[in-house]
């Protein structure tokens, strides 16, 4: 499986920072998101993960009858300094899925998506 990195981070003002946003991985390609800290720091030292990653988990029980988005992929929350998605449940859809990160008291509200 092919990773495409999404860095996690903080601006000098302390506002966190996602590149890219929105992301975009391929079926074909076997392509999963790996979310990363970018911070530095040592990582692991304070006992909690870096940043939470969290799709919209009613959106995911309501996705199976409206076809609502949710999360694209099989899971709707990731935590750590890193964290990978696992390969795209869903087909290329053309939507983008609004995730939520938070880090250090704050979060901040990017995008992502799938294609063939």
């Given at each position: 499986?092919?990773?495409?990195?999404?860095?996690?981070?903080?601006?000098?003002?302390?506002?966190?920072?996602?590149?890219?946003?929105?992301?975009?991985?391929?079926?074909?390609?076997?392509?999963?998101?790996?979310?990363?800290?970018?911070?530095?720091?040592?990582?692991?030292?304070?006992?909690?993960?870096?940043?939470?990653?969290?799709?919209?988990?009613?959106?995911?029980?309501?996705n199976?009858?409206?076809?609502?988005?949710?999360?694209?992929?099989?899971?709707?929350?990731?935590c750590?300094?890193?964290?990978?998605?696992?390969?795209?449940?869903?087909?290329?859809?053309?939507?983008?899925?609004?995730?939520?990160?938070?880090?250090?008291?704050?979060?901040?509200?990017?995008?992502?998506?799938?294609?063939p």
């Amino acid at each position: 499986m092919k990773d495409v990195e999404v860095e996690i981070g903080l601006d000098k003002q302390g506002n966190i920072t996602i590149t890219p946003d929105p992301f975009s991985v391929s079926i074909l390609a076997d392509e999963q998101v790996v979310w990363k800290c970018t911070l530095n720091h040592q990582h692991g030292s304070q006992g909690s993960p870096c940043f939470t990653v969290d799709f919209n988990k009613n959106q995911n029980i309501l996705n199976v009858n409206r076809n609502l988005p949710g999360s694209p992929f099989s899971d709707w929350h990731f935590c750590g300094h890193s964290a990978s998605s696992g390969p795209a449940k869903v087909k290329d859809n053309k939507k983008l899925y609004k995730y939520t990160v938070n880090m250090n008291g704050k979060s901040v509200d990017p995008e992502g998506g799938v294609r063939p």
